[in-house]
């Protein structure tokens, strides 16, 4: 399958004097580290059919935002990674929040993925390294350095025939 990067990306590599966005400032951003909920974060992604949001908010448990002026935006201007630098999304971010604190991350993201979201876990060291598929690629290596002694490191997610990593 053939993975196209997100336009901001290639805008920025096209003309980064020209383009500012969240893919091309992230130097001097701090790292998304997501919305917490009970037990960790999420990388909340917008719903992308605006007709599901109503039903995604009943979901929730947040009847009481189905008038509120700032969720009758669209929902990619109030959720998720993009909506972070808007003025909208850091508004709408300690409400879902408060909601969230509640449920679980894989409930909440099967949850959120029901009515059209992209949401996933977002993972700590920890838990990245101790994921099994962390472990099945065989991603985390071991070097001894005659000075530095023995070094943990990330190899590459992908082998290529005949090329060491």
């Not at 003309?15 to 960790?40: E, H, L, M, S």
């Not at 995604?56 to 993009?82: D, T, V």
């Not at 909440?108 to 009515?115: A, E, G, M, P």
């Not at 996933?120 to 598929?133: A, C, D, I, M, W």
Request: include cysteine; hydrophobic fraction near 40%; charged fraction near 25%.
């Amino acid at each position: 399958m053939l993975r196209v990067a997100p336009a901001g990306v290639f805008t920025t590599m096209v003309n980064p004097d020209d383009w500012v966005g969240f893919n091309g400032d992230c130097y001097w951003k701090p790292p998304d580290i997501g919305y917490k909920v009970k037990d960790g974060s999420i990388g909340l992604s917008p719903v992308r059919d605006p007709e599901n949001f109503p039903e995604l908010l009943k979901a929730l448990g947040m009847e009481e935002y189905l008038e509120n002026p700032l969720f009758q935006r669209p929902p990619r201007e109030i959720m998720g990674a993009a909506a972070a630098s808007t003025d909208a999304g850091q508004m709408a971010r300690p409400i879902w929040e408060k909601t969230f604190e509640k449920w679980n991350a894989n409930d909440l993201i099967n949850l959120l993925n029901r009515f059209g979201s992209n949401s996933g876990v977002v993972n700590t060291y920890k838990t990245l390294f101790e994921h099994p598929q962390t472990q099945a690629l065989e991603m985390l290596k071991e070097y001894h350095d005659p000075k530095l002694g023995k070094l943990r490191f990330v190899r590459s997610p992908w082998t290529l025939d005949g090329v060491p990593a």
